[in-house]
Protein backbone atom coordinates (compact mmCIF):
# COMPACT_ATOMS: atom_id res chain seq x y z
CA UNK A 1 0.00 0.00 0.00
CA UNK A 2 1.81 3.26 -1.14
CA UNK A 3 -1.20 5.94 0.13
CA UNK A 4 -0.28 7.83 3.52
CA UNK A 5 -2.60 8.44 6.30
CA UNK A 6 -2.03 11.20 8.83
CA UNK A 7 -4.23 11.34 12.25
CA UNK A 8 -3.94 14.91 13.01
CA UNK A 9 -3.37 15.29 16.74
CA UNK A 10 -3.08 12.61 19.29
CA UNK A 11 -6.55 11.88 20.66
CA UNK A 12 -7.69 8.79 21.87
CA UNK A 13 -9.88 7.74 18.53
CA UNK A 14 -6.73 9.11 16.35
CA UNK A 15 -4.16 6.49 17.87
CA UNK A 16 -6.82 3.65 17.75
CA UNK A 17 -7.75 4.04 14.46
CA UNK A 18 -4.41 4.40 13.23
CA UNK A 19 -3.65 1.71 15.29
CA UNK A 20 -6.27 -0.77 13.32
CA UNK A 21 -5.55 0.53 9.78
CA UNK A 22 -1.43 -0.01 10.41
CA UNK A 23 -1.95 -3.92 11.60
CA UNK A 24 -3.70 -3.93 8.20
CA UNK A 25 -0.51 -2.91 6.67
CA UNK A 26 -1.56 0.69 6.06
CA UNK A 27 1.20 3.75 6.41
CA UNK A 28 -0.46 5.68 9.43
CA UNK A 29 1.65 8.52 11.11
CA UNK A 30 0.23 10.63 13.93
CA UNK A 31 1.65 14.11 14.83
CA UNK A 32 0.79 15.27 18.52
CA UNK A 33 1.63 19.14 19.94
CA UNK A 34 2.76 17.33 23.09
CA UNK A 35 5.52 15.65 24.06
CA UNK A 36 5.23 12.02 24.47
CA UNK A 37 5.47 11.73 28.55
CA UNK A 38 2.80 14.58 28.20
CA UNK A 39 0.03 13.20 26.52
CA UNK A 40 -2.84 13.31 28.87
CA UNK A 41 -4.42 15.34 31.48
CA UNK A 42 -2.86 15.22 35.22
CA UNK A 43 -6.01 13.43 36.12
CA UNK A 44 -7.78 9.87 35.94
CA UNK A 45 -10.52 8.81 33.47
CA UNK A 46 -13.92 6.93 34.37
CA UNK A 47 -14.92 5.04 30.88
CA UNK A 48 -16.34 1.28 29.45
CA UNK A 49 -14.19 -1.30 29.50
CA UNK A 50 -15.34 -2.25 26.53
CA UNK A 51 -13.86 0.22 24.63
CA UNK A 52 -10.43 -1.38 25.26
CA UNK A 53 -11.93 -4.58 24.07
CA UNK A 54 -13.94 -3.58 21.09
CA UNK A 55 -10.37 -3.44 19.81
CA UNK A 56 -9.10 -6.58 20.01
CA UNK A 57 -7.12 -5.16 22.97
CA UNK A 58 -6.28 -6.82 26.51
CA UNK A 59 -7.38 -4.88 29.52
CA UNK A 60 -4.25 -3.51 31.08
CA UNK A 61 -2.67 -4.45 34.25
CA UNK A 62 -5.18 -4.94 37.07
CA UNK A 63 -2.71 -2.38 39.19
CA UNK A 64 -3.42 0.60 36.78
CA UNK A 65 -7.17 0.14 37.37
CA UNK A 66 -10.09 0.41 39.33
CA UNK A 67 -13.75 0.30 39.47
CA UNK A 68 -15.98 3.28 39.62
CA UNK A 69 -17.32 4.51 42.62
CA UNK A 70 -21.15 4.34 42.52
CA UNK A 71 -21.97 8.98 42.38
CA UNK A 72 -24.13 10.64 44.87
CA UNK A 73 -26.23 14.08 43.37
CA UNK A 74 -27.18 17.07 45.27
CA UNK A 75 -28.90 19.86 44.40
CA UNK A 76 -28.25 23.50 45.44
CA UNK A 77 -29.85 23.23 49.14
CA UNK A 78 -28.22 19.70 49.63
CA UNK A 79 -31.47 18.66 51.07
CA UNK A 80 -31.98 15.26 48.90
CA UNK A 81 -29.26 13.08 48.10
CA UNK A 82 -29.57 10.75 45.37
CA UNK A 83 -27.11 7.95 44.66
CA UNK A 84 -26.45 5.83 41.66
CA UNK A 85 -26.82 2.09 41.84
CA UNK A 86 -24.88 1.00 38.81
CA UNK A 87 -25.18 -2.78 37.83
CA UNK A 88 -21.91 -4.81 38.33
CA UNK A 89 -22.01 -5.69 34.68
CA UNK A 90 -22.11 -1.72 33.82
CA UNK A 91 -19.36 -0.81 36.49
CA UNK A 92 -16.92 1.53 34.42
CA UNK A 93 -13.09 1.30 35.17
CA UNK A 94 -11.30 4.62 36.96
CA UNK A 95 -7.88 5.08 35.42
CA UNK A 96 -4.88 7.49 34.88
CA UNK A 97 -5.06 9.30 32.01
CA UNK A 98 -1.71 8.76 30.85
CA UNK A 99 -1.67 5.21 31.44
CA UNK A 100 -4.72 5.03 29.10
CA UNK A 101 -2.27 6.63 26.59
CA UNK A 102 0.44 4.43 27.42
CA UNK A 103 -1.46 1.09 26.67
CA UNK A 104 -2.98 2.61 23.57
CA UNK A 105 0.40 4.30 22.25
CA UNK A 106 2.47 1.00 22.95
CA UNK A 107 0.25 -1.16 20.80
CA UNK A 108 -0.27 1.18 17.96
CA UNK A 109 3.76 1.21 18.14
CA UNK A 110 3.68 -2.72 18.04
CA UNK A 111 1.37 -2.41 14.88
CA UNK A 112 3.62 -0.09 12.68
CA UNK A 113 2.30 3.08 13.60
CA UNK A 114 4.29 6.34 13.20
CA UNK A 115 4.47 9.18 15.78
CA UNK A 116 5.80 12.49 15.40
CA UNK A 117 6.11 14.37 18.83
CA UNK A 118 6.53 18.18 19.36
CA UNK A 119 4.52 19.05 16.09
CA UNK A 120 1.61 21.26 16.57
CA UNK A 121 -1.05 20.92 14.25
CA UNK A 122 -2.12 24.50 12.47
CA UNK A 123 -4.57 23.87 10.02
CA UNK A 124 -5.55 21.85 7.15
CA UNK A 125 -4.07 21.87 3.57
CA UNK A 126 -6.74 22.24 0.92
CA UNK A 127 -6.71 21.68 -2.83
CA UNK A 128 -10.24 22.75 -4.21
CA UNK A 129 -12.54 21.03 -1.74
CA UNK A 130 -10.35 18.46 -0.71
CA UNK A 131 -7.99 18.05 2.21
CA UNK A 132 -4.69 16.78 0.96
CA UNK A 133 -2.69 17.16 4.25
CA UNK A 134 -1.87 19.32 7.80
CA UNK A 135 0.49 22.39 7.90
CA UNK A 136 2.22 21.96 11.18
CA UNK A 137 5.01 23.99 12.93
CA UNK A 138 7.50 21.92 11.42
CA UNK A 139 5.98 22.19 8.07
CA UNK A 140 3.31 20.81 5.39
CA UNK A 141 2.74 16.69 5.74
CA UNK A 142 0.53 15.07 2.57
CA UNK A 143 -1.61 12.77 3.14
CA UNK A 144 -4.32 11.19 1.20
CA UNK A 145 -6.42 11.31 4.11
CA UNK A 146 -6.40 13.02 7.07
CA UNK A 147 -8.37 11.92 10.47
CA UNK A 148 -8.90 14.60 12.59
CA UNK A 149 -8.10 13.83 16.01
CA UNK A 150 -6.95 17.46 17.43
CA UNK A 151 -10.05 17.76 20.03
CA UNK A 152 -12.79 20.37 20.53
CA UNK A 153 -11.24 23.15 18.90
CA UNK A 154 -9.16 21.17 16.25
CA UNK A 155 -7.19 23.41 13.77
CA UNK A 156 -8.11 21.55 11.61
CA UNK A 157 -11.84 21.54 11.25
CA UNK A 158 -11.90 25.26 12.25
CA UNK A 159 -10.16 26.01 8.94
CA UNK A 160 -12.35 23.82 6.75
CA UNK A 161 -13.87 25.62 3.83
CA UNK A 162 -17.54 26.94 4.98
CA UNK A 163 -18.81 25.43 2.37
CA UNK A 164 -18.51 21.30 3.03
CA UNK A 165 -20.79 22.51 5.67
CA UNK A 166 -19.06 21.54 8.63
CA UNK A 167 -19.76 23.25 11.93
CA UNK A 168 -16.37 24.55 12.80
CA UNK A 169 -16.66 26.51 16.12
CA UNK A 170 -18.55 25.40 19.59
CA UNK A 171 -21.93 27.06 20.22
CA UNK A 172 -23.18 28.21 23.46
CA UNK A 173 -24.03 25.87 26.17
CA UNK A 174 -22.19 23.14 24.09
CA UNK A 175 -18.94 22.91 25.82
CA UNK A 176 -17.63 22.88 29.85
CA UNK A 177 -15.22 25.08 31.03
CA UNK A 178 -13.51 22.87 33.68
CA UNK A 179 -10.98 22.94 36.52
CA UNK A 180 -9.90 20.09 37.77
CA UNK A 181 -7.18 19.24 40.76
CA UNK A 182 -6.46 16.89 43.69
CA UNK A 183 -5.47 17.80 47.13
CA UNK A 184 -4.63 15.84 50.26
CA UNK A 185 -7.07 14.62 52.14
CA UNK A 186 -8.02 15.58 55.18
CA UNK A 187 -10.54 13.24 56.60
CA UNK A 188 -12.53 9.66 55.66
CA UNK A 189 -15.95 9.96 54.52
CA UNK A 190 -19.16 7.47 54.51
CA UNK A 191 -19.79 5.77 51.31
CA UNK A 192 -22.63 8.32 50.06
CA UNK A 193 -20.39 10.71 50.35
CA UNK A 194 -17.46 9.61 48.66
CA UNK A 195 -17.85 11.05 45.35
CA UNK A 196 -20.33 13.68 45.58
CA UNK A 197 -21.42 15.91 42.89
CA UNK A 198 -23.37 19.29 42.91
CA UNK A 199 -25.67 19.94 40.56
CA UNK A 200 -26.11 24.04 40.15
CA UNK A 201 -23.97 24.67 43.20
CA UNK A 202 -24.70 28.48 44.34
CA UNK A 203 -27.59 28.41 41.33
CA UNK A 204 -24.36 28.44 38.93
CA UNK A 205 -24.68 27.21 35.47
CA UNK A 206 -22.39 24.16 35.74
CA UNK A 207 -21.64 21.44 38.78
CA UNK A 208 -19.24 20.63 40.74
CA UNK A 209 -17.42 17.20 42.22
CA UNK A 210 -15.86 16.12 45.83
CA UNK A 211 -14.43 12.56 45.23
CA UNK A 212 -12.62 11.47 47.83
CA UNK A 213 -10.14 8.44 47.19
CA UNK A 214 -7.56 6.72 48.89
CA UNK A 215 -4.72 8.85 48.13
CA UNK A 216 -6.48 12.43 47.92
CA UNK A 217 -9.67 14.04 47.51
CA UNK A 218 -10.47 14.77 43.70
CA UNK A 219 -12.01 18.20 43.26
CA UNK A 220 -13.48 19.14 40.04
CA UNK A 221 -15.54 22.39 38.81
CA UNK A 222 -17.33 22.56 35.26
CA UNK A 223 -19.50 25.58 34.33
CA UNK A 224 -20.82 26.76 31.35
CA UNK A 225 -19.33 30.02 31.16
CA UNK A 226 -15.17 30.38 31.23
CA UNK A 227 -13.48 30.40 34.94
CA UNK A 228 -10.26 31.89 36.11
CA UNK A 229 -8.47 30.83 39.49
CA UNK A 230 -10.61 33.65 41.54
CA UNK A 231 -13.60 31.96 40.84
CA UNK A 232 -12.06 28.61 41.42
CA UNK A 233 -10.58 29.32 44.81
CA UNK A 234 -13.55 30.60 46.12
CA UNK A 235 -15.66 27.80 45.15
CA UNK A 236 -13.10 25.36 46.75
CA UNK A 237 -12.86 27.34 49.67
CA UNK A 238 -17.24 27.27 49.34
CA UNK A 239 -16.63 23.07 49.09
CA UNK A 240 -14.49 23.13 52.24
CA UNK A 241 -17.12 23.67 54.44
CA UNK A 242 -19.46 20.80 53.66
CA UNK A 243 -16.26 18.29 53.15
CA UNK A 244 -13.81 17.40 55.37
CA UNK A 245 -12.06 15.21 53.40
CA UNK A 246 -10.73 18.28 51.17
CA UNK A 247 -7.58 20.01 52.39
CA UNK A 248 -5.76 22.98 51.21
CA UNK A 249 -2.81 20.90 49.61
CA UNK A 250 -2.67 20.69 46.11
CA UNK A 251 -0.84 17.09 44.99
CA UNK A 252 -1.62 17.42 41.39
CA UNK A 253 -3.53 18.71 38.65
CA UNK A 254 -4.81 21.83 38.53
CA UNK A 255 -5.43 22.13 34.46
CA UNK A 256 -8.23 24.14 32.79
CA UNK A 257 -9.81 22.51 29.91
CA UNK A 258 -12.83 22.58 27.24
CA UNK A 259 -15.03 19.39 27.58
CA UNK A 260 -17.54 19.00 24.62
CA UNK A 261 -20.85 18.25 25.94
CA UNK A 262 -23.20 18.57 22.93
CA UNK A 263 -24.56 16.53 20.13
CA UNK A 264 -22.45 14.81 17.80
CA UNK A 265 -20.61 16.44 14.58
CA UNK A 266 -23.47 16.85 12.00
CA UNK A 267 -20.92 15.97 9.08
CA UNK A 268 -18.07 14.08 9.87
CA UNK A 269 -16.41 13.20 6.98
CA UNK A 270 -15.04 15.37 3.40
CA UNK A 271 -13.02 14.71 0.61
CA UNK A 272 -9.81 13.05 2.23
CA UNK A 273 -10.94 14.46 6.10
CA UNK A 274 -12.77 12.01 8.60
CA UNK A 275 -13.26 13.61 12.52
CA UNK A 276 -13.13 11.54 15.29
CA UNK A 277 -13.62 11.93 19.10
CA UNK A 278 -14.02 15.62 20.87
CA UNK A 279 -12.97 16.74 17.10
CA UNK A 280 -16.63 15.37 16.40
CA UNK A 281 -18.20 15.66 19.83
CA UNK A 282 -18.23 12.40 20.33
CA UNK A 283 -19.18 12.73 24.31
CA UNK A 284 -22.32 11.71 25.80
CA UNK A 285 -23.77 15.25 26.20
CA UNK A 286 -24.92 14.73 29.86
CA UNK A 287 -21.89 13.94 32.03
CA UNK A 288 -18.86 14.72 29.17
CA UNK A 289 -17.13 11.76 28.90
CA UNK A 290 -15.88 10.40 25.90
CA UNK A 291 -13.45 7.75 25.89
CA UNK A 292 -15.03 4.75 25.35
CA UNK A 293 -17.38 6.43 22.36
CA UNK A 294 -14.31 7.36 20.45
CA UNK A 295 -12.81 3.95 21.13
CA UNK A 296 -15.65 2.46 19.67
CA UNK A 297 -15.88 4.98 16.73
CA UNK A 298 -12.37 4.34 15.85
CA UNK A 299 -13.59 0.38 14.94
CA UNK A 300 -16.28 2.00 12.83
CA UNK A 301 -13.78 4.59 11.07
CA UNK A 302 -11.11 1.89 10.51
CA UNK A 303 -13.70 -0.89 9.08
CA UNK A 304 -15.02 1.84 6.10
CA UNK A 305 -11.44 2.87 5.38
CA UNK A 306 -10.21 -0.66 4.63
CA UNK A 307 -13.46 -1.06 2.66
CA UNK A 308 -12.28 2.03 0.08
CA UNK A 309 -10.74 -0.79 -1.42
CA UNK A 310 -9.98 2.12 -4.36
CA UNK A 311 -8.55 3.85 -1.69
CA UNK A 312 -10.50 6.72 -2.55
CA UNK A 313 -10.88 8.34 0.41
CA UNK A 314 -13.74 10.99 -0.58
CA UNK A 315 -16.98 11.90 1.31
CA UNK A 316 -18.98 9.20 -0.48
CA UNK A 317 -16.79 6.07 0.41
CA UNK A 318 -16.36 7.28 4.08
CA UNK A 319 -20.06 8.18 4.65
CA UNK A 320 -20.02 4.82 5.62
CA UNK A 321 -18.50 6.37 8.16
CA UNK A 322 -20.73 8.68 9.08
CA UNK A 323 -24.22 5.95 8.99
CA UNK A 324 -22.41 3.29 10.92
CA UNK A 325 -21.31 5.89 13.60
CA UNK A 326 -24.61 6.95 14.03
CA UNK A 327 -26.66 3.82 13.85
CA UNK A 328 -24.52 2.07 16.69
CA UNK A 329 -24.15 5.70 18.78
CA UNK A 330 -24.89 9.21 17.23
CA UNK A 331 -28.74 8.45 17.49
CA UNK A 332 -28.51 7.83 20.71
CA UNK A 333 -26.24 10.50 21.53
CA UNK A 334 -28.31 13.38 20.02
CA UNK A 335 -31.69 13.48 21.49
CA UNK A 336 -29.14 13.27 24.94
CA UNK A 337 -28.02 16.91 24.16
CA UNK A 338 -32.11 18.20 24.37
CA UNK A 339 -31.57 17.01 28.04
CA UNK A 340 -28.54 18.56 28.75
CA UNK A 341 -29.66 21.88 27.02
CA UNK A 342 -32.28 22.13 29.38
CA UNK A 343 -30.86 21.32 32.11
CA UNK A 344 -28.53 24.04 31.90
CA UNK A 345 -31.28 26.30 31.53
CA UNK A 346 -32.45 25.61 34.34
CA UNK A 347 -32.08 27.29 38.31
CA UNK A 348 -31.04 25.72 41.54
CA UNK A 349 -34.73 25.64 42.42
CA UNK A 350 -35.99 23.58 39.62
CA UNK A 351 -33.36 21.13 40.32
CA UNK A 352 -34.25 20.92 44.10
CA UNK A 353 -37.55 20.49 43.21
CA UNK A 354 -36.92 17.60 40.71
CA UNK A 355 -34.84 16.22 43.50
CA UNK A 356 -36.86 16.51 46.71
CA UNK A 357 -40.39 15.21 44.28
CA UNK A 358 -38.85 12.23 43.20
CA UNK A 359 -38.81 13.28 39.21
CA UNK A 360 -35.47 12.63 39.11
CA UNK A 361 -34.49 9.53 41.21
CA UNK A 362 -31.52 7.02 41.40
CA UNK A 363 -32.77 5.55 38.13
CA UNK A 364 -33.10 8.57 35.71
CA UNK A 365 -29.13 9.49 37.53
CA UNK A 366 -27.35 6.21 36.75
CA UNK A 367 -25.65 7.49 33.19
CA UNK A 368 -22.84 5.69 32.73
CA UNK A 369 -20.22 6.00 30.25
CA UNK A 370 -21.56 3.42 28.37
CA UNK A 371 -24.67 5.16 28.20
CA UNK A 372 -25.81 6.31 24.43
CA UNK A 373 -29.28 6.10 24.54
CA UNK A 374 -32.24 7.71 26.08
CA UNK A 375 -33.94 4.16 26.04
CA UNK A 376 -31.47 2.92 28.02
CA UNK A 377 -32.13 5.10 30.99
CA UNK A 378 -35.83 4.95 30.97
CA UNK A 379 -36.78 1.93 29.17
CA UNK A 380 -37.02 0.16 32.62
CA UNK A 381 -39.38 2.66 34.50
CA UNK A 382 -42.53 1.16 35.62
CA UNK A 383 -45.87 3.09 34.49
CA UNK A 384 -46.92 4.11 38.07
CA UNK A 385 -43.45 6.13 38.61
CA UNK A 386 -43.65 7.82 34.99
CA UNK A 387 -47.07 8.61 36.56
CA UNK A 388 -46.09 10.14 39.64
CA UNK A 389 -43.07 11.54 37.78
CA UNK A 390 -45.77 13.56 35.47
CA UNK A 391 -48.17 14.63 38.53
CA UNK A 392 -45.20 16.14 40.38
CA UNK A 393 -44.73 17.87 37.09
CA UNK A 394 -47.56 19.25 36.55
CA UNK A 395 -48.11 21.19 39.96
CA UNK A 396 -44.55 23.27 38.34
CA UNK A 397 -45.54 25.21 35.59
CA UNK A 398 -42.29 26.77 35.68
CA UNK A 399 -40.45 23.85 34.73
CA UNK A 400 -43.19 22.74 32.29
CA UNK A 401 -42.52 26.08 30.56
CA UNK A 402 -38.97 25.03 30.35
CA UNK A 403 -39.82 21.37 29.16
CA UNK A 404 -41.22 22.55 26.34
CA UNK A 405 -38.13 23.04 24.60
CA UNK A 406 -37.07 19.79 25.44
CA UNK A 407 -40.09 18.00 24.00
CA UNK A 408 -40.15 19.78 20.80
CA UNK A 409 -36.40 19.84 20.55
CA UNK A 410 -36.25 16.11 21.48
CA UNK A 411 -38.91 14.92 18.68
CA UNK A 412 -36.78 16.94 15.72
CA UNK A 413 -33.81 15.26 17.37
CA UNK A 414 -35.00 12.32 16.71
CA UNK A 415 -36.46 12.96 13.29
CA UNK A 416 -33.29 14.35 12.13
CA UNK A 417 -30.90 11.53 13.16
CA UNK A 418 -33.61 9.09 11.05
CA UNK A 419 -33.77 11.07 8.40
CA UNK A 420 -30.33 11.03 7.39
CA UNK A 421 -29.29 10.50 3.75
CA UNK A 422 -28.32 7.21 3.16
CA UNK A 423 -25.52 7.66 0.53
CA UNK A 424 -23.68 11.16 0.69
CA UNK A 425 -24.96 13.79 -2.01
CA UNK A 426 -23.46 17.07 -1.21
CA UNK A 427 -26.86 19.07 -1.75
CA UNK A 428 -28.96 16.53 0.58
CA UNK A 429 -26.18 16.37 3.50
CA UNK A 430 -25.97 20.04 3.54
CA UNK A 431 -29.52 20.30 3.69
CA UNK A 432 -30.12 17.52 6.25
CA UNK A 433 -26.77 19.02 8.58
CA UNK A 434 -28.93 22.33 8.68
CA UNK A 435 -32.32 20.84 10.30
CA UNK A 436 -30.45 18.23 12.40
CA UNK A 437 -27.81 21.67 13.54
CA UNK A 438 -31.31 23.68 14.36
CA UNK A 439 -32.64 20.45 16.20
CA UNK A 440 -30.84 21.83 19.18
CA UNK A 441 -31.26 25.91 18.77
CA UNK A 442 -33.03 27.76 21.52
Request: glycine share 8%.
Amino acid sequence: MNKRIVVAGGGHGGIATAMLLAKSGYDVTVFEKNARENMGHDWTDIFDKKGFTCLGLPLPDESLYKFKHDMTFYGMSMRTPVTQHVPEDQLEIQMERKDIYNHLITYAEKAGVKFVYNCPVLGPVMAGSRVTGIETENGIEYADLVIDACGIHSPVRRNLPESLGIQREVGPYEQFYVYRAFFNKTAEVDDVNKYKVLLLPENKKGISWVATEEEWTDVLIGRFHKLDMEEVERTINVLRKDNPSLGTEKLRGGQFVNIPVRQPLGILVADGYAAIGDSAFMTVPIIGSGIANTLKASKILADAIMKDTDMAYTAETLWTYQRNFYKELGNGLAPMACIKMMMAHMSGDDIDYLLSTGVLNEDDMTITADTNSLWAIFSYVPMDVLKQKAVALIHNRKIIRKASFLIGNFAKAIAATSTMPQRYNKKAVLKWVKRYNNSFTL
